[in-house]
């Protein structure tokens, strides 16, 4: 991977440096970007063998969800170096989203009561029945990978990570690999300590587009799923079609910048 050459006059703020990740804001204003780069060792770097690195499939992923007209941060490239085969690190370059906070922390600072957690659980329902519409799986469709951009009381929910998504050819919303989001993003134990009853009941109406209905019928299916039966339609979805039947949409390149 080449790296620019250092420039004093760069702006660089360092947000994470840790032996797996490092996550570094380069620049200001409108020029500024978020460059996360993923190290691999041992095992990691053995599961990297032969396969595309995480930086090109998020940004892949990235750059087809934006397409898409879905909010989500701006991909701007990739890059990865490699040796025998696996992937030592990969670096994707997205936009900054300047003022935005991860919803995993907003709940976190938000009591379980609060009046903003209703509308930012609608809104999180909103979210995942676009990006369904358009034909994704998000498989990890949970508050981390969530960012709250703007002033919290009017602010919008936007996908800032994507490493396992899966795109389909035709939309899946409400069907049966929907549920696979859907719980994990409302249902899960994890979920459901983040989330009241009817904050979830509210998830459920942001995605079925206020439809009291499907939401209820959702409910029961989603209600009665089990953790475990979650985990292995989710690999089998993934195994499927990300390996076997290949990927839907075309992979990018990486001198392409998302439009």
């Known amino acids: 991977m080449t790296r620019a050459p250092h420039n004093p006059d760069t702006t660089e703020l360092v947000l994470k440096d ?42 892949g992923h990235l750059a087809a969800i934006h397409a898409a007209g879905v909010p989500c941060l701006q991909p701007v490239r990739w890059s990865e170096r490699r ?4 992937v030592d690190e990969s670096t994707l370059v997205t936009r900054l989203l300047p003022d935005a906070t991860s919803l995993k922390a907003v709940l976190q ?14 809104a999180m329902g909103a979210l995942l029945a676009r990006l369904h519409r358009a034909g994704f799986l998000w498989c990890t ?27 389909f050819r035709t939309p899946i919303h409400g069907g049966r690999a929907a549920r696979i989001d ?7 134990p ?27 019928a959702l409910w029961r299916r989603l209600i009665r799923r089990r953790p475990l039966q979650n985990v292995v339609e989710r690999a089998l979805a993934m195994a499927m079609f990300t390996y076997i039947l290949g990927r839907a949409r075309p992979r990018s390149n990486p001198t392409d910048a998302a439009r």
């Not at 469709?141 to 795109?167: F, H, Q, S, W, Y």
């Not at 994890?190 to 989330?195: E, G, K, N, P, Y």
């Open 18 to 59: 840790e032996p797996a990740t490092r996550v570094v804001v380069r620049g200001a204003g409108g020029d500024a970007v978020v460059e996360k780069t993923y190290r691999n060792r041992g095992l990691r770097w053995l599961q990297s063998l032969w396969r595309q690195s995480r930086a090109q499939r998020e940004h």
């Open 83 to 86: 040796h025998l085969g696996g």
């Open 109 to 122: 600072a938000l009591p379980r009561d609060d009046h903003l957690r209703p509308d930012l659980a609608t």
């Open 141 to 167: 469709p949970m508050p981390r990978n969530v960012l709250v951009a703007g002033e919290l009381a009017r602010g919008a929910l936007v996908v800032c990570d994507t490493p396992a998504c899966i795109a």
């Open 182 to 188: 859907l719980f994990l993003a409302a249902f899960s």
């Open 190 to 216: 994890s979920r459901r300590r983040d989330w009241t009853a009817s904050q979830r009941l509210r998830l459920l109406l942001g995605y079925t587009d206020g439809d009291r209905g499907q939401s209820r």
